[in-house]
T-cell receptor
């Protein structure tokens, strides 16, 4: 079946602009995660959605970052007033959310470059 | 808090030689452990996982890993390296106080020499 998809694959934006990154999880997966991968910080957790529960936002680096998940499926990560340090690859992952099934499946990522 | 340490940011082996990538974790509760592989300009692909049960787990592409609680280790091995194994490998932990989010090690880049 189809895996996790993300769009766009690449995004170049000017400092101060807002950007939206999209993630389509594997169909039927109730858990969705966003991570950031950068040279200096490695792979970092950003935010986690599980079903209708309140999201775990503990990894968001500042209030310029937000995310939503509509209808329990597609998710959008929004970065407002982008800064150069936001340049990174943003990875989305999903998992089934079933007890005993903890593996996460990753999308190809969105490479964000802030100029 | 959970953490992962991968020893060696770069490992180089000859084709056909044993691959050993080291991973040590810190967790106050029984961990769930994972190895992922990342090829250039691609996302992360799950190689194998340990949650409960048998401590020696087998994954895709001939890789395996052994969970050793006493050593807090989860090293990744493959008996014979292939050129196609050249990639970056990440060890990750989840579970317990960390919930379901993955905490990753810094990664190890594997180079396979012909």
């Amino acid at each position: 079946g189809a895996g996790v998809s993300q769009s766009p694959s690449n995004k170049v934006t000017e400092k101060g602009k807002d950007v939206e990154l999209r993630c389509d999880p594997i169909s039927g997966h109730t858990a969705l995660y966003w991570y950031r991968q950068s040279l200096g910080q490695g792979l970092e957790f950003l935010i986690y959605f599980q079903g209708n529960s309140a999201p775990d936002k503990s990894g968001l680096p500042s209030d310029r970052f937000s995310a939503e998940r509509t209808g329990g499926s597609v998710s959008t990560l929004t970065i407002q007033r982008t800064q150069q340090e936001d340049s990174a690859v943003y990875l989305c992952a999903s998992s089934s959310g079933l007890a005993g099934s903890y593996e996460q499946y990753f999308g190809p990522g969105t490479r964000l470059t802030v100029t | 808090a959970q953490s992962v340490t991968q020893l060696g940011s770069h490992v180089s082996v000859s084709e056909g030689a044993l691959v050993l990538l080291r991973c040590n974790y810190s967790s106050s509760v029984p961990p769930y452990l994972f190895w992922y592989v990342q090829y250039p300009n691609q996302g992360l692909q799950l190689l194998l996982k340990y949650t409960t049960g048998a401590t020696l787990v087998k994954g895709i592409n001939g890789f395996e890993a052994e969970f050793k609680k006493s050593e807090t280790s989860f090293h990744l091995t493959k008996p014979s390296a292939h050129m196609s194994d050249a990639a970056e490998y990440f060890c990750a932990v989840s579970g317990g106080s960390g919930g379901n989010k993955l905490v990753f090690g810094a990664g190890t880049i594997l180079r396979v020499k012909s």
